[in-house]
């Protein structure tokens, strides 16, 4: 079971990336999925989610507006569209699968996932 992130890269503040997370070895289409975040020497912490049941989705306030994200089940892809970057976003950028299938929530904290891509990491220059 795994979940692979791509899509980083260096982008100067004011642009726009698009991050994907593929899921192999299983179906993660009941799953909730989230984007996790950890800059330099900061803890890691919640950017935005989407619920296995529903399609709940919840974001960081510090994003909200300026993130979105989504799935797309038949190719067990989850995106998060970022637009008007800014440098504060700099961070590798993980995805988390849910431990728990058919929840309404949206978990913030971390311990409820337990699936996890190696990350990738966004740059973005001022």
């Known amino acids: 079971v795994q979940l692979q992130a791509s899509g980083g890269g260096l982008v100067q503040a004011g642009g726009s990336l698009r991050l994907s997370c593929a899921a192999s070895?299983?179906?993660?289409?009941?799953?909730?999925m989230a984007w996790f975040r950890q800059a330099p020497g900061k803890e890691r912490e919640f950017v935005a989610g989407?619920?296995?049941?529903?399609?709940?989705?919840k974001y960081a306030d510090s994003v909200k507006d300026r993130f979105t994200i989504s799935r797309d089940d038949a190719r067990d892809l989850v995106y998060l569209q970022m637009n008007n970057l800014e440098p504060e976003d700099t961070a590798v950028y993980y995805c988390?699968?849910?431990?728990?299938?058919?929840?309404?929530?949206?978990?913030?904290?971390?311990?409820?996932?337990?699936?996890w891509g190696q990350g990738t990491l966004v740059t973005v220059s001022s």
């Open positions: 989407t619920s296995g049941l529903h399609g709940n989705k």
């Open positions: 070895g299983r179906t993660f289409n009941n799953n909730g």
């Open positions: 988390a699968g849910d431990r728990h299938i058919f929840r309404e929530d949206v978990p913030t904290t971390s311990i409820r996932y337990g699936y």
